[in-house]
């Protein structure tokens, strides 16, 4: 199988600690033994950080962003360096140039690559743009939702759901401010437009990735 997992910076750099992204590599190096794997590393903390102080410096919301990607990306660098050998050198600026570094059989994982979007719509679009079988999106949270659990107790799991019920559920959470998405509009509307099977899990347990590829975990499908 082709297989995208996205990775949020919130889990896979929420303490920036050495063993924690040899955690999220060992299992990425297994299941590449037998799928050719891309890996999207988002920003976390680090990227918001740097960004709310560039945001009270002034600077255009554009520039902002151009910030969150050179996180992304170093997040992207430390897995690569726990990847060793196994990774392709670099995070790729682009989609093509991650697709001609998969054909060197090496495990592709790069962070953001333009502005006005997070590391989820890149996801989608790779996933769309290389023909993934599967699109994995490992987060803070363990699976879609409702509405956002964290401020609504009455909130309840999808199992299951269609792309168009995901696009549904993102519109109304993005509308109001603050709120917290499971993953961005752009992404649900690529996953909607392609039809790529995506599981939304609780990645801060990186073995749930590895469960997810073998069809046994507790996130939500969206699928057709
Ligand atoms: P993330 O994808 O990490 O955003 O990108 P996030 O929603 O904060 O994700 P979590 O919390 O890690 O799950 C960090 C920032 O980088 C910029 C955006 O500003 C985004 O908020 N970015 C990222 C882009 O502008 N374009 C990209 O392609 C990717």
Do not use: W
């Not at 988002?42 to 151009?66: F, N, P």
């Not at 998405?181 to 590895?210: F, Q």
């Amino acid at each position: 199988m082709k297989i995208v997992v996205s990775i949020g910076g919130s889990v896979l750099a929420r303490d920036l600690k050495p063993l924690n992204f040899k955690n999220y590599a060992d299992v990425i190096r297994y299941i590449s033994k037998k799928n050719i794997v891309f890996i999207v590393t988002g920003g976390g903390k680090a990227a918001r950080e740097y960004i709310s102080v560039a945001r009270e410096l002034g600077t255009d919301e554009a520039t902002c962003d151009l910030i969150g990607i050179e996180l992304t990306r170093l997040n992207a660098r430390l897995l690569i360096a726990a990847l060793g050998e196994d990774a392709y050198f670099e995070p790729p600026l682009n989609y093509t140039e991650a697709k001609r570094a998969s054909l060197m059989g090496k495990i592709v994982v790069m962070g953001g690559v333009t502005p006005g979007q997070t590391t989820d719509a890149v996801s989608a679009v790779l996933a769309e743009y290389i023909g993934a079988d599967l699109l994995i999106n490992a987060t803070s949270i363990d699976g879609v939702y409702t509405s956002d659990p964290k401020k609504n107790k009455d909130a309840i799991k999808f199992e299951k759901m269609t792309p168009e019920q995901l696009v549904e559920i993102v519109m109304k959470t993005e509308m109001k401010a603050g709120a917290n998405s499971p993953v961005d509009l752009l992404a649900a509307k690529i996953i909607e437009r392609s039809n790529i099977e995506t599981i939304v899990l609780n990645g801060e347990i990186p073995r749930n990735i590895l469960e997810a590829v073998n069809g046994k975990h507790k996130g939500t499908v969206i699928k057709k």
